[in-house]
């Protein structure tokens, strides 16, 4: 007899052998518990038995530890925290994010395993989500396990994930095969560390150079867009992770090429908004059955994306089908009072956001501080509890679907070590980071150089730079090569020489790409003592382009040239007469047109 307690203590404890556990702790089965009943009806008969609390609690997200999360491992604590009836989804949980460092300040190649030892190696990560969701399984009245969430539109965002060239150097390729290895990969590194739903892929049309996010996108055209999203999208799902695509809708084409604080309302007219910009979210998210949507920041025609049901409720779901969980992006909903003034207050913005279709609220703040206001307008009579039954019942779904409520999110964790940036992931890396490579000039046969070569002078702002290959949404943490340790190591031996030339901006930056100056000084100096070299050298490599200051979210430029004194570098470099190759790293297309007319090969 005591054989038999102890073996069916094992069983429940044990979810990814149970097929069936005690999650309401009631001593039977009930449809929700059974793996064999279909999706809905599990969904109806756990919603049945959910409390307006526990409801509630599934439309918000918690960011993870070091950003919202305090702890790293459930503690007694949690207990007295507003998930102790559950949560949405765990977003960026032990990703390794936070301990780069601030925002402002990031260290991309700080050795995050020295600071936090459960973000790697990926078995330890795997083994902390397992902890975390059975804390949720046993430790919440219903036993609603939490989604597992992350950012993963050039690999998956967590320390030395494998690294993919940016979603616009992928957009270069036009090689779907390509892209749905890449998702294949993206999908199998997260389950291998426990993450279940990546935001990815970025769905948006790149129709405005000027605007920072544009190396997210994978380029201006919507039929490109459409297939390769869908490419990524379709390898996310068929392998067992959501797909949650970002940013709907219009959200790219903010006026003046502007985001960050300005309003980012875009001026679009119908005819456009229809067969461009949601053009491709319809026929991934029918290709695809892609699980989840992030909400955009801005308005149309007036009207606030992350509030209008005509966008998250007749468009997305009456006729694209769209059948899984809108996640706000961080802030939308915040921003629904505080920039576009549509909500007295907050407690009447999260209302909109329901009541238009919205699922999830995620921003970097507690839970606590949707949660309340929604429980509290629902208690006032100010929000229809069937309008929050609708949102809760997407998401249970999704969790049913994902078998996020029958088994641990990593079953075998000593497996993980062996898939995350594994030698057949670097190689696909490898081969994107090839394909994204686009040749946009070589005049005389200049490429390839020869290997013969006995002095070559490597130059430019990017010639040492390494942080453009990393990215908050991606991967970080890996080994990067920069362009000048590349060359040293294919022609170990030639005599490299090094010179900067400039700065990617010059000291009067942003100002000078209006009112422009000649370079004077310690930047002329710069220029000159490249000059020097170059005169001494056999063929010139110079790297130019945008630093990570003027590149990614709320970093828009008011000019598409190239910033600081790099013209100029380029004017005094043609003049040597020697041969000078321009490689170009930069977040947006830009006008090279003085690049293209003075040299005689440019390789993007």
Same mark, same amino acid.
């Given at each position: 007899?005591?054989?038999?307690?102890?073996?069916?203590?094992?069983?429940?404890?044990?979810?990814?052998?149970?097929?069936?556990?005690?999650?309401?702790?009631?001593?039977?089965?009930?449809? #929700?518990?059974?793996?064999?009943?279909?999706?809905?009806?599990?969904? %109806?008969?756990?919603?049945?038995?959910?409390?307006?609390?526990? @409801?509630?609690?599934?439309?918000?997200?918690?960011?993870?530890?070091? &950003?919202?999360?305090?702890?790293?491992?459930?503690?007694?604590?949690?207990?007295?925290?507003?998930?102790?009836?559950?949560?949405?989804?765990?977003?960026?949980?032990?990703?390794?994010?936070?301990?780069?460092?601030?925002?402002?300040? &990031?260290?991309?190649?700080?050795?995050?395993? @020295?600071?936090?030892?459960?973000? *790697?190696?990926?078995?330890? !990560?795997?083994?902390?989500?397992?902890?975390?969701?059975?804390?949720? *399984?046993?430790?919440?009245?219903?036993?609603?396990?939490?989604?597992?969430?992350?950012?993963?539109?050039?690999?998956?965002? !967590?320390?030395?994930?494998?690294?993919?060239?940016?979603?616009?150097?992928?957009?270069?390729? *036009?090689?779907?095969?390509?892209?749905?290895?890449?998702?294949?990969?993206?999908? %199998?590194?997260? @389950?291998?560390?426990?993450?279940?739903?990546?935001?990815?892929?970025?769905?948006?049309?790149?129709?405005?150079?000027? *605007?920072?996010?544009?190396?997210?996108?994978?380029?201006?055209?919507?039929?490109?867009?459409?297939?390769?999203?869908?490419?990524?999208?379709?390898?996310?799902?068929?392998?067992?992770?959501?797909?949650?695509?970002?940013?709907?809708?219009?959200?790219?084409?903010?006026?003046?090429?502007?985001?960050?604080?300005?309003?980012?309302?875009? !001026?679009?007219?119908?005819?456009?908004?229809?067969?461009?910009?949601?053009?491709?979210?319809?026929?991934?998210?029918?290709?695809?059955?892609?699980?989840?949507?992030?909400?955009?920041?801005?308005?149309?025609?007036?009207?606030?994306?992350?509030?209008? &049901?005509?966008?998250?409720?007749?468009?997305?779901?009456?006729?694209?089908?769209?059948?899984?969980?809108?996640?706000?992006?961080?802030?939308?909903?915040?921003?629904?009072?505080?920039?576009?003034?549509?909500?007295?207050? #907050?407690?009447?913005?999260?209302?909109?956001?329901?009541?238009?279709?919205?699922?999830?609220?995620?921003?970097?703040?507690?839970?606590?501080?949707?949660?309340?206001?929604?429980?509290?307008?629902?208690?006032?009579?100010?929000?229809?509890?069937?309008?929050?039954?609708?949102?809760?019942?997407?998401?249970?779904?999704?969790?049913?679907?994902?078998?996020?409520?029958?088994?641990?999110?990593?079953?075998?964790?000593?497996?993980?070590?062996?898939?995350?940036?594994?030698?057949?992931? &670097?190689?696909?890396?490898?081969?994107?980071?090839?394909?994204?490579?686009?040749?946009?000039?070589?005049?005389?046969?200049?490429?390839?150089?020869?290997?013969? /070569?006995?002095?070559?002078?490597?130059?430019?702002?990017?010639?040492?730079?390494?942080?453009?290959?990393?990215?908050?949404?991606?991967?970080?943490?890996?080994?990067?090569?920069?362009?000048?340790?590349?060359?040293?190591?294919?022609?170990?031996?030639?005599?490299? =020489?090094?010179?900067?030339?400039?700065?990617?901006?010059?000291?009067?930056?942003?100002?000078?790409?209006?009112?422009?100056?000649?370079?004077?000084?310690?930047?002329?100096?710069?220029?000159?003592?490249?000059?020097?070299?170059?005169?001494?050298?056999?063929?010139?490599?110079?790297?130019?382009?945008?630093?990570?200051?003027?590149?990614?979210?709320?970093?828009?430029?008011?000019?598409?040239? =190239?910033?600081?004194?790099?013209?100029?570098?380029?004017?005094?470099?043609?003049?040597?007469?020697?041969?000078?190759?321009?490689?170009?790293?930069?977040?947006?297309? /830009?006008?090279?047109?003085?690049?293209?007319?003075?040299?005689?090969?440019?390789?993007?």
């Amino acid at each position: 007899e005591i054989m038999i307690i102890w073996f069916l203590f094992l069983l429940w404890a044990t979810p990814g052998l149970a097929g069936g556990m005690d999650l309401n702790k009631n001593g039977k089965m009930d449809p #929700y518990e059974d793996p064999s009943v279909p999706v809905e009806k599990r969904v %109806e008969d756990l919603l049945g038995q959910m409390t307006l609390e526990e @409801k509630t609690c599934q439309l918000a997200t918690l960011y993870g530890y070091g &950003r919202v999360l305090k702890d790293k491992l459930p503690t007694p604590g949690w207990k007295k925290e507003i998930w102790k009836d559950g949560i949405a989804n765990i977003d960026e949980q032990l990703n390794g994010i936070p301990e780069l460092g601030p925002q402002a300040k &990031r260290n991309f190649q700080a050795q995050v395993e @020295k600071i936090n030892d459960l973000v *790697w190696p990926p078995s330890n !990560h795997a083994k902390a989500l397992n902890q975390i969701q059975e804390w949720f *399984w046993k430790e919440t009245r219903l036993g609603i396990p939490v989604d597992f969430t992350n950012e993963g539109i050039r690999g998956l965002a !967590h320390y030395r994930a494998t690294c993919f060239p940016s979603q616009l150097g992928i957009g270069a390729t *036009w090689n779907r095969n390509l892209v749905a290895k890449i998702g294949t990969v993206t999908a %199998e590194e997260a @389950k291998a560390l426990g993450y279940s739903n990546i935001y990815s892929p970025v769905l948006d049309l790149a129709r405005d150079p000027r *605007w920072g996010r544009v190396v997210e996108c994978y380029g201006e055209d919507p039929f490109l867009v459409w297939e390769l999203g869908s490419a990524q999208a379709t390898a996310l799902e068929k392998n067992g992770v959501a797909s949650t695509g970002k940013h709907f809708a219009v959200y790219s084409i903010p006026k003046g090429g502007r985001d960050g604080q300005a309003r980012t309302d875009p !001026h679009v007219a119908p005819r456009e908004m229809e067969t461009l910009y949601l053009w491709p979210w319809e026929r991934v998210i029918r290709a695809s059955g892609m699980r989840g949507v992030m909400s955009s920041y801005n308005d149309f025609d007036g009207v606030p994306i992350s509030a209008s &049901r005509e966008f998250m409720i007749d468009i997305l779901r009456g006729r694209f089908g769209f059948r899984g969980y809108v996640v706000s992006d961080s802030d939308a909903v915040e921003y629904l009072t505080s920039k576009h003034r549509v909500a007295k207050d #907050y407690a009447e913005a999260c209302r909109q956001f329901l009541e238009g279709g919205g699922n999830v609220r995620t921003e970097f703040n507690p839970p606590e501080k949707f949660i309340q206001p929604v429980r509290d307008l629902v208690k006032q009579g100010r929000l229809s509890e069937k309008v929050i039954d609708d949102r809760v019942r997407d998401v249970l779904r999704v969790k049913f679907e994902l078998g996020l409520f029958d088994r641990l999110p990593v079953p075998d964790p000593a497996t993980s070590d062996a898939v995350v940036a594994s030698a057949a992931h &670097r190689e696909v890396a490898l081969e994107a980071s090839r394909e994204s490579l686009v040749l946009l000039k070589n005049e005389n046969r200049t490429l390839p150089l020869s290997k013969n /070569l006995k002095k070559i002078l490597v130059c430019g702002p990017g010639a040492q730079e390494k942080v453009s290959s990393l990215s908050r949404y991606g991967s970080f943490g890996g080994e990067v090569v920069s362009v000048e340790e590349g060359i040293r190591k294919v022609l170990p031996g030639a005599e490299i =020489l090094y010179a900067r030339g400039c700065d990617y901006a010059d000291s009067r930056w942003p100002l000078s790409e209006i009112l422009p100056e000649p370079p004077a000084g310690k930047e002329k100096t710069l220029i000159d003592e490249a000059v020097t070299l170059a005169g001494q050298a056999e063929a010139v490599v110079v790297v130019l382009g945008e630093s990570d200051a003027m590149v990614g979210e709320s970093k828009s430029r008011t000019s598409l040239d =190239l910033p600081g004194f790099q013209n100029d570098l380029v004017r005094a470099l043609s003049g040597t007469g020697k041969p000078v190759v321009a490689v170009l790293l930069c977040g947006r297309p /830009l006008t090279v047109n003085l690049v293209q007319s003075k040299l005689p090969a440019v390789l993007a």
